[in-house]
Structures are given as C-alpha cells and as structure tokens.
T-cell receptor
Framework: DGGITQSPKYLFRKEGQNVTLSCEQN?????MYWYRQDPGQGLRLIYY???????QKGDIAEGYSVSREKKESFPLTVTSAQKNPTAFYLC?????????????FGQGTRLTVV | QQQVKQSPQSLIVQKGGISIINCAYE??????FPWYQQFPGKGPALLIA?????SEKKEGRFTISFNKSAKQFSLHIMDSQPGDSATYFC??????????FGTGTRLQVFP
C-alpha cells in the first residue's frame, strides 16, 4: 500500500538531547513537509522540500533541521536549541507542480520532553 | 497575508443538523483550498477541496462554498453524524507549493 510512514509513534527526549523523527513515503511525491501541531492550534510549517537535496524554512524552523538525500525520505531533527519541543509532529507529501495537489499526511509522532 | 483565519474554534451540533465552518484569507495568489479532517492521535486526511474558478463543490454530505470576491470559503456538513466528530482544518495553497492551515475547528455531534 502506498502511503507515508512516520516513526516512532511516541518519542521521549531528555533536556539537551537531539532527536530525529523519521518520515518515509512510497508515493513517488516530489514535495515533502514537516508540520508541528500543538493543542488547540493549527498546523505550523517547520520545513518543506520540493526536490531532493533542496529544502526551505517554514514559519517555525528555529531549533529544527532536516535533510533530503532521497526522494522518499525527509527526516526531521529536533535539536537542543528548540526550547519547547513537546508537540505532535506531522509529515506530509504532495505531487509538486501537478493539478492534483492533495497532501497526504502520516500518522504523526508525539514528542515529549522528560 | 499568508494567514488563513478559521472560525469557530469549536462547534456543537445535534445529530441530523448542519455544521458550518468558515475560513477567510487575504492572499489572492492562493489557488487551491482543501479541507482536512483529523481524528484524535491521527494525521489529517483530505475531505474535500475546491479551486477558485467554481463557487461550490459537493461530495456526499460535505459541501464547500467559495466566495472569491469576499475571499471566504466555508464547509457545510449536512445531516451531521456522531462519526463526524473530529477537528476540521481549512487550508490554502499558493504558488510556493506550501499549504497554509487555519487554526482548526473541533466539531462535536451529539446523538
């Protein structure tokens, strides 16, 4: 089945640690995105990538880093510089430059700082 | 100019009633307006979407009404069911290929 797989589903981070969230898609989509969701808030864009080896900052990129070495993979690293990382993180992908512009989302990773 | 404003924040509807969620935008470069449905602990899933060249789109019990001159669009859920209880997000996409989301509406449908 085609789709987006995020792992792990739950992640706990100690203060000062970097952690990496995985996002893999087998939809052959060019564009991939990372969003952060906090209770009662909408989805805020962290980073997005329209093509391999290229990515752009979203609205809340500080304290996060990404890479796009492969078309199907877009991992997100939450660094120790992110002061309030506890949130629900969502990865998405879409066909870039197409009339069919639906974005497909993964099931999310819930990150908690302990 | 990049914002999408969504209201209400929460909505309680009786079974069989009509649920209406509204969104407004400012950026006239937006050219694709989807609505997403999200259940607790899950990722959002596309419900229905519209382009600004049409004023209405209907899929089953779900209808998007689009007012280009007012830069507003809304989601109507007819014959609302308890299974429709979820959080709904409107969104807009521009030429940069980014999806800008509204802040969400939590819908509760009571039997």
């Amino acid at each position: 089945d085609g789709g987006i797989t995020q792992s792990p589903k739950y992640l706990f981070r100690k203060e000062g640690q970097n952690v990496t969230l995985s996002c893999e898609q087998n939809l052959n989509h060019d564009a991939m995105y990372w969003y952060r969701q906090d209770p009662g808030q909408g989805l805020r864009l962290i980073y997005y990538s329209q093509i391999v080896n290229d990515f752009q900052k979203g609205d809340i990129a500080e304290g996060y880093s990404v890479s796009r070495e492969k078309k199907e993979s877009f991992p997100l690293t939450v660094t120790s510089a992110q002061k309030n990382p506890t949130a629900f993180y969502l990865c998405a992908s879409s066909i870039k430059g197409s009339m069919k512009t639906e974005a497909f989302f993964g099931q999310g990773t819930r990150l908690t700082v302990v | 100019q990049q914002q999408v404003k969504q209201s209400p924040q929460s909505l309680i509807v009786q079974k069989g009633g009509i649920s209406i969620i509204n969104c407004a935008y400012e950026n006239t470069a937006f050219d694709y307006f989807p609505w997403y449905q999200q259940f607790p602990g899950k990722g959002p899933a596309l419900l229905i979407a519209i382009r600004p060249d049409v004023s209405e789109k209907k899929e089953g019990r779900f209808t998007i009404s689009f007012n280009k001159s007012a830069k507003q669009f809304s989601l109507h859920i007819m014959d609302s069911q308890p299974g429709d209880s979820a959080t709904y997000f409107c969104a807009a996409r521009g030429r940069t290929d980014k999806l800008i989301f509204g802040t969400g509406t939590r819908l509760q449908v009571f039997p």
